[in-house]
């Protein structure tokens, strides 16, 4: 049987990019914001109810830049749960990562936590939203301006995802998009920033662009983010098929919720509230010590069904060997952290996720809590 990943690309039919690639050809262009990157900025504006935003080869280099035109040093208060390019673009920027804790329903930084993690070397806080939940922004922004910090919020999970009518991107001072092959809307490779004015734009468009505002001129010590061409021209085409594919996504999780519900042990994260505009990007379960086998042997059940979950995040960012031995890397110093990503594994999830191998995963699962599969093993 055909293995099923926690993810896959979404795709749209191969005839529909040849004459997107025709244009290119014909043009000649191939880089250095050519017309298909400044339709897809656009489009992307349009599409995401922003103003500015600025394309990148891909979200890390997003980061690291956003990092840069803001000027950011000293310390930065970030999670400890998320993927490790979050805390990577710090130590890229001679930055150090000052973890915070979480908070047991959502799984982005607790507000509550931040403000003992500030200390006079405090520049900024870095949030994840993440699986798509939005943070409280409120909170963070609050604290943010009493203690004049900067915010740069980590939206890799979060396109399209609005809160009482406005985008999450708009929230801090810069948002960072990431347009990797596994996420909902994906342009092979490719990121983004979105920005609060034109003038803020400016400067990241020159420093991902060697720091050149013209062919004489250089005003920073900028680096080569630019997005291609190519990759432009296929994230035109996505959009054109990425609400199907978040409503597609959408199906397969309340699918998912049907079957799962009642399992003891089994804990599905609360949905955010009624006034967000989801993207349904993971679909993590939280396998506590109640259920009848644990997080690991459970996702070594499914694998040796062909059934390929992962563990996100685990092991925590903090725990790797270049993260540990910071203060705030200490385990005691974020229990609910370390507790969930003991218990997190997230399911299959991707609009060409079949109907039948949703309800073939939830059988799996129903079948560990009843002990059949561990029987079998």
Same mark, same amino acid.
């Given at each position: ?152 919020? /980590? !939206? =890799? ?15 801090? @001072? *810069?948002?960072? +998009? ?64 990425? /609400? !199907? =594919? ?15 519900? @009642? *399992?003891?042990? +089994? ?64 385990? /005691? ?45």
């Amino acid at each position: 049987m055909k293995p099923i990943y926690v993810t896959q690309p979404a795709l749209p039919p191969l005839e529909e990019f040849i004459p997107y690639l025709q244009q290119i050809w014909d043009s000649r262009v191939l880089t250095n914001q050519g017309p298909m990157h400044q339709a897809l900025e656009q489009q992307l504006c349009d599409h995401l109810g922003v103003e500015h935003i600025s394309l990148f080869a891909n979200g890390t280099l997003a980061l690291v830049t956003a990092l840069q035109a803001l000027r950011i040093s000293g310390e930065v208060i970030t999670t400890p749960y998320s993927f490790v390019a979050t805390s990577h673009a710090l130590l890229w920027n001679g930055i150090s990562p000052v973890f915070s804790d979480i908070d047991p329903q959502t799984l982005n930084l607790d507000p509550a936590k931040l403000e003992a993690a500030i200390t006079p070397h405090t520049s900024a806080i870095l949030p994840v939203h993440c699986y798509g939940t939005p943070c409280d922004m409120d909170a963070i922004q609050r604290i943010a301006d009493d203690y004049n910090l900067r915010v740069i919020y /980590d !939206a =890799a999970h979060a396109f399209g995802v609005r809160q009482r009518g406005q985008s999450v991107l708009k929230a801090g @001072d *810069l948002s960072i +998009l990431s347009f990797h092959a596994t996420k909902v809307f994906n342009t092979f490779e490719g990121g983004a920033i979105v920005s609060p004015d034109a003038k803020t734009k400016q400067r990241i468009d020159h420093l991902k662009n060697f720091g050149f505002v013209n062919e004489t001129t250089v005003v920073a010590a900028g680096i080569n983010g630019k997005m291609s061409e190519v990759n432009a021209a296929f994230g035109l085409l996505q959009l054109k098929h990425v /609400d !199907a =594919a978040l409503q597609r996504r959408a199906e397969i999780e309340a699918l998912y919720r049907e079957r799962l519900k @009642d *399992l003891p042990g +089994l804990r599905l994260l609360s949905p955010p509230p009624a006034d967000t505009t989801r993207n349904h990007s993971y679909f993590p379960v939280l396998v506590t010590p109640e259920f009848t086998v644990s997080r690991d042997r459970l996702y070594q059940l499914l694998k040796d069904q062909g059934i390929h979950g992962r563990r996100y995040f685990y092991p925590l960012i903090s725990e790797f060997q270049m993260y540990r031995h910071l203060p705030s890397a200490r385990a /005691d110093g974020l229990p609910v952290a370390h507790a969930l990503s003991r218990q997190v594994l997230c399911l299959p999830i991707y609009p060409a996720l079949a109907d039948a191998d949703v309800h073939r995963i939830a059988d799996l699962l129903c079948q560990a809590a009843e002990l059949r599969l561990q029987a079998a093993a």
